[in-house]
Nanobody
Framework: QVQLVESGGGLVQPGGSLRLSCAAA????????MSWFRQAPGKERKFVAA????????YYADSVKGRFTISRDNAKNTLYLQMNSLNPEDTAVYYC????????????????WGQGTQVTVSS
């Protein structure tokens, strides 16, 4: 059974940084396209970033491009999201997700999800 566990969320001031991690277990991690999504209160879940199985290709939502970096370590079965220059609009629960397919920006292409980690950007 695939298990994804996020960590690294918290409270940060505007302009600050956080690094999220997603530890995977019960699967061949390198066989999944991995992504991060986020969901703000009262809003739908939205795509943030995706990374290919090898880590050689990445894709970002326009809202985070240039500020966030997605990466993975297949030897450690771990996905990361480095978030810099955070602003209040980045406040949300962040989820990692795994796809056996092409891994699009649609949440419906992802079969496995973590429980989420809260990121709050506030002064």
């Amino acid at each position: 059974q695939v298990q994804l566990v996020e960590s690294g969320g918290g409270l940060v001031q505007p302009g600050g940084s956080l690094r999220l991690s997603c530890a995977a277990a019960g699967c061949t991690f390198s066989s999944y396209v991995m992504s991060w999504f986020r969901q703000a209160p009262g809003k739908e879940r939205k795509f943030v970033a995706a990374i290919s199985r090898s880590g050689g290709s990445t894709y970002y939502a326009d809202s985070v491009k240039g500020r966030f970096t997605i990466s993975r370590d297949n030897a450690k079965n771990t996905l990361y999201l480095q978030m810099n220059s955070l602003n209040p609009e980045d406040t949300a629960v962040y989820y990692c997700a795994a796809s056996t397919g092409s891994g699009s920006t649609s949440q419906y292409d992802y079969s496995h999800w973590g429980q989420g980690t809260q990121v709050t950007v506030s002064s």
